[in-house]
């Protein structure tokens, strides 16, 4: 079993739909990471949490560490949201990373 | 800008050739590590670097080797006995360790002749 997994691996959205990518993880954690990989290939990094909630724009990311589970929301979806949404956790020094969620929105 | 540059976009690699993967940062980062990304994978770690001449091998280095001689600089040299390179590099920096944000190159994408 992966430390770290995602759901769903794909998902098909339309324009303007409330998205939600979730990640489970079965470590402890320092922090739990959310990243954008585009199409081209380029990693940019979302968010960084270790409690609570974060919000950016259209970007929400919440994490319940007794659970040991996160969730990413995009509000408003657009077809520029397409891409691959990473969860990585932090343990012992490294990042762990989980496959990937591959998100295609359509006008 | 600051940023992380990675050359060449695309690398093509011929049977029992060396190679080197350019990875470049002006973010004034202490530590640097190299990604290897297969599809449908998570992305593995091959090598990080903490410090100026000093680095540690990942979970996957077997096949690969680095060298950091400035602290901009830390380029990967994928040798003639990693027998599967066929892959995507992605090179990253963070402040000063792995757990922090890190900040991604643009990626190289190996290919073999």
């Known amino acids: 079993k992966n430390e770290v997994e995602q759901s769903p691996q794909n998902l098909t959205a339309q324009e303007g739909e409330f998205i939600t990518i979730n990640c489970s993880y079965s470590?402890?954690?320092?922090?739990l990471h959310w990243l954008q990989q585009h199409p081209g290939g380029g990693i940019v990094s979302l968010f960084m949490?270790?409690?609570g909630k974060k919000k950016h724009g259209r970007l929400i990311a919440t994490i319940n560490i007794q659970e040991k589970h996160s969730s990413l929301h995009i509000t408003a979806s657009h077809p520029r949201d397409s891409a691959v949404y990473i969860c990585?956790?932090?343990?012992?020094?490294?990042?762990?990373f989980g496959k990937g969620t591959k998100l295609s929105v359509k006008p | 800008d600051g940023g992380i540059t990675q050359s060449p976009k695309y690398l093509f690699r011929k049977e029992g050739q060396n190679v080197t993967l350019s990875c470049e940062q002006n973010?004034?980062?202490?530590?640097m590590y190299w990604y290897r990304q297969d599809p449908g994978q998570g992305l593995r770690l091959i090598y990080y670097?903490?410090?100026?001449?000093?680095?540690q091998k990942g979970d996957i280095a077997e096949g690969y080797s680095v060298s950091r001689e400035k602290k901009e600089s830390f380029p990967l040299t994928v040798t003639s006995a990693q027998k599967n390179p066929t892959a995507f590099y992605l090179c990253?920096?963070?402040?000063?360790?792995?757990?922090?944000?890190?900040?991604f190159g643009p990626g190289t994408r190996l290919l073999v002749l």
């Open positions: 973010l004034n980062h202490d530590a």
């Open positions: 949490l270790s409690s």
């Open positions: 670097s903490q410090i100026v001449n000093d680095f």
């Open positions: 470590v402890g954690i320092s922090a």
């Open positions: 990585a956790v932090g343990r012992q020094g490294n990042l762990i």
């Open positions: 990253a920096s963070s402040i000063r360790t792995a757990e922090e944000t890190q900040y």
